[in-house]
């Protein structure tokens, strides 16, 4: 193979993920300036991929006049991080939240209204109805669609592995063909990685590598890429564990229970109500207690209601789950669904992990700015990767206007190029890129995840060096697939390694089962309501782990 890449790309803006937060940061940019080259790479095909994947039933997080307000929502956000969150990019989102939702109306989303003439919206919070429905099937392809009619042009089958840098500064990305293993290198001025978070991480009950919550591609190649160039992350000991359909990993919680669903223990009490935000402490006390498994019934509500579940659910929200109903002969109207807990996932969606930013959207890397998923705004959901990808491509455009062009360090690309060089061998190597997934996951279920304590993390560390190791000289790879595989192996042992790092620093537990500490039990606001940031030190495999300060309203730095 050669030394030197296989193709070249030029691009003011290159977007590193054609998700939610990429599509609507391509879109804002040729918005602002039709004359930039934005370039996507995207790993999958840009029209069905990214975690809505196709349609979307709600919008989490908008603040309509007169019923809401940003003041609230930040109340909100606060007590469900738990104190944990920088208030001026939650309340930024909150702010620019209406005016979204009114953006994709004008595109045609369609967001249904009640019969004064008002959007439906729903408590999903600890205070406020934020939650806004949204009835949109084919969401994806209007946002792809809206990026592509601009101008971009969208690099698929690309996943983005390496930061390139030029004195400091963001020179572009180079990338791998997940098909071929070709190398693709972007110089570019400006980069926004918004390639989603760790979705596929720890190994779900089901044992199937892509059965997971979150879009199975997520794999946090943007945390990975971020820590390797420097920058920092935060969130990363917060590992969130949804609550979820048994045995097809599919979400429930948040559209039936809003609507009247009542979840049950195993002697029928109801341990929950009409309400959603406090449902995993609850689940979390009744499995603890013997009660489990708990189950979601829908037969006590009006036949309208359960009509317009069963609408948002097989329309909209993953319409395979239609199909899985039917082949268990369950029905609403008469049968409990059964819930299990599933997979843990690091992500700023659902989570308050990711690349640490401010609310511009800004890295501590010159050029560089993150949004959606790979972002550390917590509990975003699809509100904030809609509007820190506007952010993101504003920040961006202006970066541009006022940077000079950048250089293309040849000798990084070649590192790359020669690492996969080395890679892409089956001569000695007997280990399947599969089989390393699934005891890498595997192991992250028994050491990583909670209940956590100082031996089971350490033991990790230990055991990620071997990994490591067999990744790089063991592992058989025989075509680009393959190697895109064993990337993403390495992805996850990467961000297992920075949420084992972030974890034995808090020493504390926080957040419920997302960070519990057996050896630490309690919550300890005196020292630790604050940040853990990690970075890399001068030693690629020596993780940095230290305090952050909070920043409150004003801008200024909290002390604990």
Not at 124 to 146: C, N, Q, W
Request: proline residues 3%.
């Amino acid at each position: 193979m050669t030394n030197q890449a296989e193709r070249y790309l030029e691009a003011d803006i290159l977007i590193v993920g054609g998700g939610s937060a990429g599509c609507m940061a391509a879109h804002r940019a040729l918005e602002l300036n039709p004359d930039l080259k934005v370039v996507i790479f995207e790993k999958g095909d840009i029209k069905y991929s990214g975690s809505i994947a196709r349609g979307m039933d709600a919008l989490n997080i908008v603040a309509i006049p007169n019923i809401s307000s940003p003041e609230e929502y930040l109340e909100a956000a606060s007590r469900g991080a738990n104190g944990i969150l920088d208030q001026p990019a939650s309340y930024e989102m909150a702010c620019r939240s209406f005016e979204l939702l009114k953006k994709l109306e004008n595109w045609g989303v369609y967001f249904p209204l009640d019969k004064k003439g008002n959007y439906c919206t729903l408590q999903l919070h600890y205070v406020g109805e934020f939650l806004t429905a949204m009835e949109e099937p084919d969401l994806k392809v209007i946002i792809s669609r809206r990026a592509i009619d601009k101008g971009t042009e969208v690099i698929n089958r690309v996943m983005g592995l390496r930061l390139l840098l030029d004195d400091g500064r963001t020179a572009g990305v180079a990338g791998i063909d997940v098909r071929s293993g070709e190398v693709i290198v972007c110089r570019s001025k400006a980069v926004i990685i918004s390639s989603g978070g760790a979705g596929r991480f720890s190994l779900p009950n089901s044992g199937h590598l892509y059965g997971t919550f979150d879009f199975p591609g997520n794999t946090g190649d943007g945390y990975a890429m971020a820590y390797r160039a420097g920058i920092e992350l935060t969130g990363m000991e917060h590992c969130w564990r949804s609550v979820v359909i048994k045995d097809v990993n599919i979400p429930l919680l948040g559209i039936t229970m809003p609507r009247g669903g009542r979840m049950l223990d195993i002697y029928d009490q109801v341990i929950m109500e009409k309400e959603f935000h406090n449902s995993l402490s609850i689940i979390e006390k009744a499995v603890s207690e013997g009660r489990d498994p708990v189950r979601i019934k829908l037969a006590h509500l009006t036949p309208e209601t359960i009509d317009e579940i069963e609408h948002i659910l097989f329309s909209t929200e993953r319409p395979v789950q239609q199909r899985f109903f039917a082949g268990r002969h369950i029905d609403f109207r008469k049968d409990d669904i059964e819930l299990w807990p599933t997979d843990s996932q690091i992500c700023g969606g659902h989570g308050l992990a990711g690349i640490r930013i401010n609310q511009r959207t800004e890295t501590n890397i010159p050029g560089l700015f993150a949004a959606g998923d790979a972002a550390s705004v917590p509990k975003q959901h699809l509100t904030g990767a809609f509007v820190f990808g506007e952010i993101a491509a504003e920040q961006a455009v202006a970066f541009v206007s006022q940077n000079s062009d950048v250089r293309l360090d040849e000798k990084q690309v070649e590192a790359l190029v020669e690492e996969r060089n080395r890679r892409h061998s089956a001569n000695g190597r007997d280990i399947e890129v599969r089989d390393l997934e699934f005891k890498v996951r595997r192991f992250i279920n028994d050491y990583v995840i909670s209940p956590k304590n100082a031996y089971k993390l350490k033991k990790w560390l230990a055991w990620a060096e071997r990994f490591q190791e067999e990744l790089g000289n063991q592992t058989v790879i025989r075509n680009g697939h393959e190697l895109s595989k064993l990337y993403e192996v390495e992805n996850i042992i990467r961000c297992a390694c920075l949420s084992a790092s972030a974890s034995l620093e808090r020493k504390e537990s926080r957040w419920g089962q997302a960070h519990r500490r057996t050896d630490y039990p309690e919550t300890d606001n005196e020292n630790w309501r604050c940040h853990v940031v990690v970075r890399r030190s001068t030693d690629m495999e020596k993780v940095q782990a230290m305090k952050r300060p909070l920043i409150d309203l004003a801008g200024q730095e909290v002390t604990t």
